[in-house]
């Protein structure tokens, strides 16, 4: 079975360290222990966070001496973004028949307007002594 990519994706982006190792990377490369420094947890727990990223292929390390520095890889983003726009024409579709619904809600009914009656003509009065 070929391994899933976006699955792998998806798993790697559930946790919220992971997600804030990556907005980091963004900035551009960095050392694991710079990496390390904001979390409150050792540097072998964020170097475990970081091989679930690299099985990921959202980030690549590489080594230069001493210094290991993490970069990061945004293709697999790519196929998340592409993934969820499938979605999104279905949801905008979604919004309108909601909006449309609801400015239906919101305008007074309009009142069938009743025939007009035609009343009698009024009598003519006669002009002169009232009768007793």
Known sequence: MPPD???ATFA???DPTRRAILARLASGE???TELAAPFEMTTPAVTKHLKVLERAGLITRSR??????CQ??????QEVADFIEQY????EESFDRLDA????MQSPPKKPRA???LLPKPKERKIGRKKR
């Open 5 to 7: 990519h976006l699955s």
């Open 12 to 14: 790697a982006l559930a």
């Open 30 to 32: 960095t050392s694991v």
């Open 64 to 69: 230069q001496a001493q210094w290991r520095p």
């Open 72 to 77: 990061l890889n945004a293709a697999p983003l």
């Open 88 to 91: 999104r024409q279905f949801w």
């Open 101 to 104: 619904y609801l400015k239906t």
């Open 115 to 117: 025939p007009k009656k």
